[in-house]
């Protein structure tokens, strides 16, 4: 996904990048959300319990009511604005989401500018994450 996303918005010449967050604590992706970026996150439909299968493909094991949302702000009260597919804008409880996004492998998206000129993405996150921001050395990704 984030691959073909990539591509388009390239294509589109848009200072625009996707970036995969695996594994990625839900405070961070607030955090992310916090700036006014909104984040895609794999959750579940209706917010139900994650129903696995027996399908893996590589480490990752298929489930049932796999869906994904995206996070778009918080409310005063700490519940979080969500816009999903099925049910349109709604709000959650950060607790039982979070546990979804987490029981779901901690899987989401999140979009960075990049500057052209240097091709390099500003990320908000990529210090508190321990990255250096070095740019991966030949054939390294």
């Known amino acids: 996904m984030v691959r073909a996303g990539n591509a388009f918005l390239a294509a589109q010449?848009?200072?625009w990048r996707f970036a995969e967050r695996r594994g990625q604590a839900f405070s961070r992706l607030l955090d992310v959300v916090s700036t006014g970026r909104p984040v895609l996150?794999?959750?579940?439909?209706?917010?139900?319990?994650?129903?696995?299968?027996?399908?893996?493909?590589?480490?990752?094991?298929?489930?049932?009511?796999?869906?994904?949302?995206v996070v778009c702000g918080q409310t005063e009260e700490g519940k979080l604005r969500v816009m999903?597919?099925?049910a349109g804008m709604v709000e959650r409880e950060r607790g039982p989401f979070e546990g979804i996004y987490n029981d779901c492998g901690k899987m989401a998206v999140t979009l960075s500018r990049v500057i052209i000129d240097e091709?390099?993405?500003?990320?908000?996150?990529?210090?508190?994450?321990?990255?250096?921001g070095e740019r991966p050395q030949d054939g390294a990704s």
């Open 13 to 15: 010449d848009s200072e």
């Open 41 to 69: 996150v794999w959750s579940t439909m209706d917010m139900a319990p994650v129903l696995h299968t027996e399908t893996r493909v590589g480490n990752y094991n298929w489930y049932d009511n796999e869906h994904c949302v």
């Open 84 to 86: 999903d597919p099925l």
């Open 119 to 132: 091709v390099e993405v500003v990320e908000l996150i990529a210090q508190e994450d321990g990255q250096n």
